[in-house]
């Protein structure tokens, strides 16, 4: 958990130096990363993870409950965020996707070892796997492709921009589709250390991004707390975590690493979307940063007791 807290730290902290000293270089190296995230080390890791996932019976009542959640949350803040907060398109998707996607890998699983305790490490792989993975890839670039503004005009273009900007998709299809052989132990084993990678290339990516935002704003790292930034908080680290409980109690006994994934930040790969389709980058960042730095403290609190 520490190691984790200060891999974050540093990433933000060089990623928010880079960019005060180098400026729009350091933006330019950014934007690659989160390409090259996008592109390359995402679909890796999703392809040869999913081809060889064996999938069962045994994901329970608590995996489909949790996409209830999901939806809700995400239905939630569309509604917030064309409403009450009056955000423009942008800012709604980006609203959407800051709430409905959780850091359950990069944090959330590291967290439930610190927490639960390695024997319910399968539980957290599961949700991870079963829940986020999807909602990435069709959730989130979904939202992106529906509200960004560089996804295109009308149904079709944005249909189009959701299908061929979305290479984790393309990845996660073919590694359902593929035998087992194709994925050998040494290659799962070298994309779960690319999984390692993305944490700190990712909030390199968000320190950057933020340091950027900062300049009007006293140059701090962690932006002001913007009502769009508190929405996307309440929504990711209350109503989706409270929406799974309060689901689960009438129907099943839900599984405590479902409830803490539930209950994560929102996930760096939200700020590859706002990226890939022309969302708001600042608020997915904002949310990011924010909602990262309370599950981290509660987390070490926790730990510590």
Not at 20 to 31: D, Y
Not at 192 to 215: E, M, Q, Y
Not at 268 to 292: K, P
């Amino acid at each position: 958990m520490i190691a984790v807290a200060a891999t974050i730290a540093l990433a933000l902290a060089v990623g928010a130096a880079a960019e005060r000293r180098h400026g729009a270089g350091a933006q330019r190296v950014a934007r690659a990363t989160l390409a090259a995230m996008l592109a390359v080390l995402v679909p890796i890791v999703v392809f040869f993870n999913l081809a060889r996932l064996e999938f069962g019976f045994d994901a329970g009542v608590g995996i489909g409950l949790a996409y209830v959640a999901v939806i809700l949350t995400g239905l939630a803040a569309a509604r917030l965020g064309r409403g009450p907060l009056a955000l423009g398109r942008p800012a709604s998707g980006s609203l959407i996707v800051a709430s409905i996607q959780g850091n359950t890998g990069y944090l959330g699983l590291p967290l439930v070892v610190a927490l639960l305790g390695a024997d319910r490490l399968g539980e957290a792989v599961a949700y991870d796997t079963l829940v986020s993975a999807p909602v990435l890839l069709l959730g989130c670039f979904g939202v992106g492709a529906a509200y960004g503004s560089r996804a295109g005009v009308g149904a079709r273009e944005r249909l189009r921009a959701f299908a061929l900007r979305n290479p984790p998709l393309l990845a996660a299809v073919a590694g359902l589709l593929v035998p087992d052989a194709l994925a050998p132990d040494a290659a799962v084993d070298a994309s779960r250390i690319l999984v390692v990678a993305l944490l700190p290339l990712g909030f390199f990516a968000v320190g950057v991004t933020l340091a950027a935002d900062s300049r009007g704003a006293g140059g701090r790292i962690l932006p002001p707390l913007s009502r769009p930034v508190a929405a996307a908080l309440a929504l990711r680290l209350v109503l989706a975590p409270a929406l799974l409980a309060a689901l689960a109690a009438l129907l099943i006994d839900l599984p405590a690493p479902y409830l803490l994934l539930a209950a994560m930040p929102s996930g760096i790969n939200g700020l590859t979307v706002a990226h890939g389709y022309g969302l708001d980058q600042g608020l997915v960042a904002g949310a990011i940063a924010w909602s990262t730095a309370v599950v981290i403290v509660a987390g070490l609190a926790l730990t510590a007791l």
